[in-house]
């Protein structure tokens, strides 16, 4: 079965930084595109960043291009989300998301950005 | 950006009920198009993969059709546990790009 599980979370001030993580299994890790989705309160999903499978290619947001850095570790079958310079609209929870015959959405991490 | 457009924003239904829902690209996308559930506090539940094919452990009350720029979510016999918000997702290019979800609500 696959699986993905989001951690790494968690209130921050204004202008701070946080690592989140995903962790895969059920699944050749290192095959294909994997992606981070937030959802804002209220709101729909909007894509965030993807990877492709050997880290060599990726596509950021306008939104977030210069403050977040995604990257993976094929070894540990872990995704990684690190977000610096943290605003108050990046306020939401953070999914991973990977297509294997279909679409799998991690349980997300609630990031909350606020003084 | 793709543009998705589902409609209708919110939908009544009674229990038993056969609803459909449509999501519209401002582009043709082939058949690259999902529709997941969503309930309150709770992530994302893949639903549908390339316009009609069921995700695995989906039961079949829950059907898509469509392809290029024109899509629909078929739900039949409405229990009180498909009462949640819908959106469709095109992947056909990046970045990924969602409706902006139908609410189906009990009548």
């Known amino acids: 079965e696959v699986q993905l599980v989001e951690s790494g979370g968690g209130l921050v001030q204004p202008g701070g930084s946080l690592r989140l993580s995903c962790a895969a299994s059920g699944f050749t890790f290192n095959s294909g595109w994997i992606h981070w989705v937030r959802q804002a309160p209220g709101k729909g999903p909007v894509s965030v960043s993807r990877i492709n499978s050997d880290g060599t290619s990726t596509s950021y947001a306008d939104s977030v291009k210069g403050r977040f850095t995604i990257s993976r570790d094929n070894a540990k079958n872990t995704l990684y989300l690190q977000m610096n310079s943290l605003r108050a609209d990046d306020t939401a929870v953070y999914y991973c998301?990977?297509?294997?015959?279909?679409?799998?959405w991690g349980q997300g991490t609630l990031v909350t950005v606020s003084s | 950006d793709i543009q998705m457009t589902q409609s209708p924003s919110s939908l009544s239904a009674s229990v038993g009920d056969r609803v459909t829902i449509t999501c519209r690209a401002s582009?043709?996308?082939?058949?690259?198009l999902a529709w997941f559930q969503q309930k309150p506090g709770k992530a994302p539940k893949s639903l549908i993969y390339?316009?009609?094919s069921l995700q695995s452990g989906v039961p079949s009350k829950f059907s898509g059709s469509g392809s290029g720029t024109d899509f629909t979510l078929t739900i039949s016999s409405l229990q009180p546990e498909d009462f949640a918000t819908y959106y469709c997702q095109q992947y056909n290019s990046y970045p990924l790009t969602f409706g902006q979800g139908t609410r189906l609500e009990i009548k």
């Open positions: 998301l990977k297509y294997t015959s279909g679409w799998t």
């Open positions: 390339a316009a009609s």
């Open positions: 582009q043709d996308i082939s058949n690259s």
